[in-house]
């Protein structure tokens, strides 16, 4: 089965504060995806990484960064959070070859305050 | 325009009838399609992927695509209450990588 853990299932953090968001996958999965998903918005993809140190942004990209150094794992910074960063956080992770579906983490949910 | 749409619903209906849920997308030269479900609290899981026009079918559920009409379905048969979750439909969009998911359904099945 493939495997996607998230570091933390909730998280709460201070305005200004950089936060970190911890994805590790065991199926050496060359694509992970981050995404936030809120109430009738539905999920939305911040980042998503094709290789090591590949990245290329999703659609809302402003105010996150991430970080993808080794294969498995793939990190979503918060620069300097802000209450419009409170949402659950979804770490997913897909092969590239054909059209593979993504494994989804167990979430974050993160709240600003 | 959305580039993935569906109804939020709830779409409530008896236990053992069928239950339809519908998604439109936008990007004619889609080719992956995806069904997700997720339970209250939970992370997405997939039920069920298309890539070509007609049916699929797997157990209680059956995926439907006409990409002339550019609409997918998913079809629950012998609905259960423990179907009851929100299904979300998702799309890989021509040259693209990443799933682009539409809002999601609420089923609510009633015993």
């Given at each position: 089965d493939v495997k996607v853990t998230q570091s933390s299932r909730y998280l709460v953090k201070r305005t200004g504060e950089k936060v970190f968001l911890e994805c590790v996958q065991d199926?050496?999965?060359e694509n992970m995806f981050w995404y936030r998903q809120d109430p009738g918005l539905g999920l939305r993809l911040i980042y998503f990484s094709y290789d090591v140190k590949m990245k290329e942004k999703g659609d809302i990209p402003e105010g996150y960064s991430v970080s993808r150094e080794k294969k498995e794992r793939f990190s979503l910074i918060l620069e300097s959070a802000s209450t419009n960063q409170t949402s659950m956080y979804l770490c997913a992770s897909s092969l590239s070859t054909g059209f593979a579906e993504a494994f989804f983490g167990q979430g974050t949910r993160l709240t600003v305050v | 325009q959305k580039e993935v749409e569906q109804n939020s619903g709830p779409l409530s209906v008896p236990e053992g009838a069928i239950a339809s849920l519908n998604c439109t997308y936008?990007?004619?030269?889609?080719?992956s399609f995806f069904w997700y479900r997720q339970y209250s609290g939970k992370s997405p899981e997939l039920i069920m992927f298309i890539y070509s026009n007609g049916d699929k079918e797997d157990g209680r559920f059956t995926a439907q695509l006409n990409k002339a009409s550019q609409y997918v379905s998913l079809l629950i048969r012998?609905?259960?209450?423990?179907?009851?979750a929100t299904y979300l439909c998702a799309v890989i969009g021509a040259g693209r990588r990443a799933l682009t998911f539409g809002s999601g359904t609420r089923l609510q099945v009633q015993p």
């Open positions: 199926m050496d999965h | 936008s990007d004619r030269g889609s080719q012998d609905s259960q209450p423990s179907d009851s």
